[in-house]
């Protein structure tokens, strides 16, 4: 018991800052946070707008995605979700600004700036067992403030690279359930993207038997 409730298992997956600005922190939400999380999914799933696996360029993505406070189409963010059903997204929950605000405070450590970071969109990514991301820079928003990143479910192997291309230089990590990573300052527009999940990674109780959620918290400085 002790040692499911003490496992030693971050001194594997340190905290780290890959490059001014993007921070890793390995299992930053609780067991009883993340299954929170994955509960609140199910509902905003079965809000006014169902989960959409949005077309770039004229390819349907793998992944689905559900939006909070703004609707993201590519490229820009409207209040009605006009490619999907025209309905209004659900607003953002306080809960979650909050939980981009510790975030950020832990990522870069508490200041005014951090204190006053209040995203307004969280971008909710499902992905199932053969749903990836390609590389791509966030930069739909007029807001630079940094990009909070939160896992539930199973591993992926995320790649975190440079602003300027996407190929090489580029770090491939893996992101667990529970895991935070933020990106900021310098690090805002680092093209990055997920390669793969891994099937059967989602750690028991973390509310998620199959498939992986993603959040991204932003600030679109639209209003
Ligand atoms: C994203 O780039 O918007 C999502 C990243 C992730 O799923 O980890
Ligand atoms: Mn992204």
């Known amino acids: 018991?002790?040692?499911?409730?003490?496992?030693?298992?971050?001194?594997?997956?340190?905290?780290?800052?890959?490059?001014?600005?993007?921070?890793?922190?390995?299992?930053?939400?609780?067991l009883e946070q993340q299954a929170w999380i994955a509960e609140r999914f199910r509902e905003w799933s079965a809000g006014?707008?169902?989960?959409?696996?949005?077309?770039?360029r004229g390819?349907?993505?793998?992944?689905?995605?559900?939006?909070?406070?703004?609707?993201?189409?590519?490229?820009?963010?409207?209040?009605?979700?006009?490619?999907v059903n025209g309905a209004r997204v659900l607003p953002l929950p306080d809960w979650l600004e909050r939980v981009g605000r510790l975030a950020v405070a832990e990522a870069y450590g508490p200041s005014k700036t951090v204190r006053q970071y209040a995203p307004d969109t969280a971008?909710?990514?499902?992905?199932?067992?053969?749903?990836?991301?390609?590389?791509?820079?966030?930069?739909?928003?007029?807001?630079?403030?940094?990009?909070?990143s939160l896992s539930v479910g199973n591993s992926c192997l995320f790649r975190f690279g440079n602003s300027e291309s996407r190929a090489r230089p580029y770090e491939d990590l893996v992101l667990a359930s529970g895991d935070l990573f933020v990106f900021g300052g310098p690090a805002r527009l680092a093209f990055?993207?997920?390669?793969?999940?891994y099937p059967g990674t989602a750690p028991a109780g973390c509310g998620l038997e199959t498939g992986r959620?993603?959040?991204?918290?932003?600030?679109?400085g639209l209003d």
């Open 1 to 30: 018991m002790s040692g499911a409730l003490f496992g030693d298992e971050l001194l594997e997956r340190p905290r780290r800052e890959l490059a001014p600005g993007a921070v890793h922190v390995p299992g930053w939400l609780t």
């Open 48 to 56: 006014p707008v169902p989960p959409r696996a949005a077309a770039v």
């Open 59 to 83: 390819h349907e993505m793998s992944v689905k995605t559900v939006c909070l406070g703004w609707h993201w189409q590519p490229y820009r963010y409207t209040r009605e979700a006009t490619d």
């Open 123 to 148: 971008l909710v990514n499902y992905y199932d067992e053969d749903a990836r991301m390609g590389m791509h820079q966030d930069k739909d928003e007029v807001s630079r403030a940094p990009v909070v």
């Open 192 to 197: 990055h993207g997920v390669m793969k999940t």
């Open 213 to 220: 959620i993603n959040i991204t918290l932003r600030v679109t």
